[in-house]
């Protein structure tokens, strides 16, 4: 027997036991995160009286100021000058479009098209338009080769890129490339040759035309001494459907899907220049809106200065018009889930450290404003820290855990899963964290389909977790996956399984745990390969 290798295998055993070992104050804590008390907060949250809690209304500041309410029961300091709210500069930009018409045909903003613009107030006349199919230029497909588009209406199809037989003609692989997955980057292509005006055609657009408000803006971080814009550059955007574009395309002899057909038969760019006599009118009208961000914090010991931020946002999508019996978009998965899961943690936490078992890091308990507007409440967070973000070792951000997604119902799974997206992203000590408080602990199904860089739905860019990694803050975002009442009135309390939403902000809470108490902060190691374009 080899006493030397006996004693290294006992050595090595030991230590796989200690890494793996339950922490009993860590169960006994997680213990504070019940269904009871996940129904006490969800149910006041997503109620009509929130009206949806849209940034910058008044159902908005109701769930901010329930929020802060729970921050002071628990105890938490308020962090920002002796405030819970770190007020977020919005200001809405409604670009109103004065008249808009085709071949002398009038076009109405909200039932034939949508619009987006920034800049002055502009008048576009124009007897001609250029088409620039998919928009796409790569080494393999050019739709804008010895294309001059300096203050041109350019027309182009703003879904998908051509394939032949399955293979894209852009990746020469059945993957289609980022042309298609990217959500902006053609029309970012597009924006740097100067048109005038953007008319992208899509299919989709018909489904935004049923969500569409009339005297809705966009809202924008209004921030010092930087003009509020809608998109990328000054060119405005008109998004309408086949049919409008054959409204426009009427006196060229063509057809949007003969257009189309051409290039998608042929594999070859079809740019061209078309008769089609299109007028526009347009300008801004900025109005500032209030809104805040909700910051409860908890001090740590020995390592108090470094933070470990556990986020959701708060805010929803509103009021709907239409024209259904129900009004309110209750957004009780979205993100009400994770709103309620940050509540929870917050109070397991705080009564941790009440018994005498507290963090040693800091801890920020981070529900932000303007997700649904474009991630603005954490983007201001990033940009105007309350605690250095080279402090901050982990954001940990919930959005969307109290449902069964599409793709897990009727699975064997569907009572005990969660995707987690970008734990592996920026650091290694994080991803092995992570895996290992649900494999001591909940014992889930953990899927990173979503965590893929080839994803089409691109999650990764699309919860405020983002705005943290792009500062280079390791992040892990936990999700249940979309379902049928995402973004409409049916996303209800009655719908929530509280089981479920339980046992995924337990799993939040015990990779929390770990990363508040052990010795180093994850180490960022890795060199994140999503795409760098949103």
């Not at 220049?273 to 299109?278: D, G, R």
């Not at 390592?303 to 009780?332: C, P, Q, R």
């Not at 992040?475 to 049928?484: Q, S, T």
Request: overall charge positive; some cysteine; charged content about 25%.
């Amino acid at each position: 027997m080899n006493i030397k290798k006996s004693l290294w295998a006992v050595l090595v055993f030991g230590i796989s036991i200690q890494a793996s070992a339950q922490d009993p104050n860590a169960q006994k804590y997680a213990g504070v995160i019940t269904p009871k008390l996940a129904k006490k907060h969800l149910k006041i949250l997503s109620s009509d009286k929130f009206e949806g809690r849209e940034t910058g209304k008044a159902g908005g500041q109701k769930a901010a100021d329930y929020i802060a309410a729970e921050f002071k029961k628990l105890g938490l300091t308020a962090p920002v000058n002796g405030s819970y709210f770190q007020e977020v500069p919005l200001v809405e930009i409604v670009f109103e479009v004065n008249s808009f018409t085709v071949n002398g045909t009038n076009l109405n903003i909200g039932k034939d098209f949508i619009f987006t613009g920034s800049g002055p107030s502009k008048t576009i006349a124009a007897s001609d338009i250029v088409f620039v199919g998919y928009g796409i230029t790569s080494e393999n497909y050019d739709d804008l080769k010895n294309a001059d588009l300096q203050g041109k209406v350019v027309m182009l199809i703003n879904k998908g890129e051509p394939m032949a037989s399955g293979v894209s003609v852009v990746s020469k692989t059945a993957t289609p490339s980022d042309w298609t997955t990217s959500r902006s980057k053609r029309l970012q292509n597009i924006m740097s040759k100067g048109p005038s005006l953007i008319l992208a055609v899509s299919p989709d657009v018909s489904n935004s035309l049923k969500q569409y408000r009339p005297g809705s803006g966009r809202l924008s971080l209004k921030k010092p001494n930087a003009a509020p814009s809608t998109r990328p550059g000054s060119v405005a955007i008109v998004y309408i459907t086949p049919e409008v574009a054959n409204q426009i395309l009427k006196n060229s002899g063509k057809t949007f899907d003969g257009l189309k057909s051409s290039i998608d038969n042929s594999g070859v760019a079809q740019t061209q220049t078309l008769k089609s006599a299109v007028a526009m009118n347009y300008g801004p009208s900025l109005k500032d809106v209030r809104s805040a961000n909700v910051l409860g914090y908890l001090e740590g010991s020995d390592l108090k200065s470094e933070v470990l931020v556990f986020s959701a946002h708060y805010d929803h999508i509103g009021l709907t018009t239409d024209g259904g019996k129900d009004k309110v978009n209750n957004g009780a998965d979205d993100d009400g889930s994770g709103t309620t899961g940050v509540l929870e943690i917050a109070k397991a936490y705080a009564k941790a450290k009440k018994d005498g078992h507290g963090p040693r890091r800091s801890i920020l308990f981070l529900l932000v404003t303007g997700e649904e507007k474009g991630l603005l409440g954490s983007e201001w967070y990033s940009e105007n820290p309350v605690f250095p973000i080279a402090n901050t070792v982990t954001d940990l951000n919930i959005d969307m855990i109290g449902r069964v997604g599409d793709e897990y119902k009727g699975s064997a799974d569907s009572s005990n899963y969660c995707y987690l997206i970008g734990s592996d992203k920026l650091s290694t000590d994080l991803h092995k964290i992570s895996e290992n408080a649900n494999s001591v602990y909940t014992k889930m199904k953990i899927d990173y389909k979503y965590n893929d860089p080839k994803d089409p739905n691109r999650f990764y860019y699309r919860s405020d977790h983002y705005n943290f990694a792009k500062h280079g803050v390791p992040i892990v975002f936990y999700f249940n996956g979309v379902h049928e009442d995402y973004h409409k009135p049916s996303d209800e309390f009655k719908k929530i399984s509280f089981d479920l939403l339980t046992k995924r902000t337990q799993l939040v809470f015990y990779t929390g745990w770990d990363l508040a108490n052990r010795d180093k902060r994850p180490v960022v190691d890795v060199t994140n390969n999503m795409p760098s374009t949103r």
